[in-house]
């Protein structure tokens, strides 16, 4: 597509989703919420993307309950999308999730409790996975052994910097019930990031969109595919509702990275902006470009 201002097209594009909370059996969850239909309907949305992926990225809770038939019914459902897309997969362990059936049963991996981290190379933007979760706890927490490897990955930088991604967000929630939940050792994680190339961090857990800064470094936290929170409500009524499900665009620019949300329900778009008037636009000049499109009728 034609370049109409002043930003050059993305290097690298992610989708970022979250929250998954997959069941074994097709069981649902409290409130009867289908997580597997919902994560249905999500894919779906995300293959009708155009425009080239470079990598799905699943922040934490990938099941509810850690069972292994569960993991096996994501592989089943994300994998043959991520391969029409061309695109791999970056699982990250959440605070539902169990490491033994995780690594085993969706990475094809010995069954442990080590941590499941990993680097990605996406053509020179490098993506690091770590692992948050704390065996039989639902808060979040890195160990030193965690943070001394984040440390030398980055010593060295990426050409195009590093994208971080965990599930336990290093952010504070207006939420009460996520304060008790909370990342632990938020300060390791600073003292680690700070001067590194580190980008962008991208996290789930809260079940709704937010953002915010750690150690000077934007933090993105994508909502959930199975069900989101009303955070309309007061914060001491907050529970998750059957509705709002999204997922977001992350796009990577020479100077800055952004991230968009995308409802996972839609509707018919209208016809004004088409592939024509795309075409009409790029014959024009960009002093025309604005007469036609920017100038404001009299």
């Not at 799905?56 to 029409?84: C, I, Q």
């Not at 065996?135 to 030398?152: N, V, Y």
């Amino acid at each position: 597509m034609t370049q109409f201002g002043r930003h050059p097209a993305a290097q690298r594009t992610i989708v970022h989703l979250s929250d998954t909370h997959l069941l074994a059996q097709g069981r649902r969850l409290a409130g009867g919420i289908d997580t597997d239909a919902n994560l249905v309907a999500t894919l779906a949305r995300v293959e009708r993307l155009t425009g080239g992926v470079d990598a799905l990225v699943f922040t934490g809770d990938l099941t509810d309950l850690g069972e292994p038939e569960a993991y096996a019914r994501l592989r089943a459902l994300v994998e043959p999308v991520a391969a029409r897309l061309g695109a791999p997969v970056v699982w990250v362990a959440g605070n539902h999730d169990e490491r033994p059936e995780l690594r085993r049963d969706l990475l094809g991996l010995p069954a442990s409790q080590q941590p499941v981290t990993g680097v990605w190379d996406l053509d020179g933007l490098r993506l690091i996975a770590l692992d948050s979760s704390v065996p039989g706890w639902h808060h979040g927490d890195l160990d030193g052994g965690q943070l001394e490897w984040l440390a030398g990955e980055l010593a060295v930088p990426a050409p195009l910097g590093t994208i971080l991604a965990l599930h336990h967000p290093p952010l504070p929630s207006h939420i009460p019930l996520f304060d008790i939940l909370e990342l632990r050792r938020q300060d390791d994680l600073a003292a680690v990031l700070r001067g590194t190339d580190v980008r962008a961090i991208l996290a789930g857990h809260l079940h709704y969109s937010t953002s915010g800064t750690f150690a000077g470094i934007p933090v993105s936290v994508a909502s959930a595919s199975c069900y989101t929170m009303d955070i309309a409500l007061p914060p001491e009524q907050v529970n998750g509702m059957d509705a709002g499900q999204a997922f977001h665009l992350v796009h990577v620019y020479d100077d800055t990275i952004t991230h968009s949300v995308v409802p996972v329900a839609s509707a018919e778009p209208g016809a004004s902006f088409t592939p024509e008037w795309y075409e009409r636009m790029a014959a024009l000049t960009p002093e025309e470009r604005l007469e036609r499109f920017s100038r404001k009728p009299a």
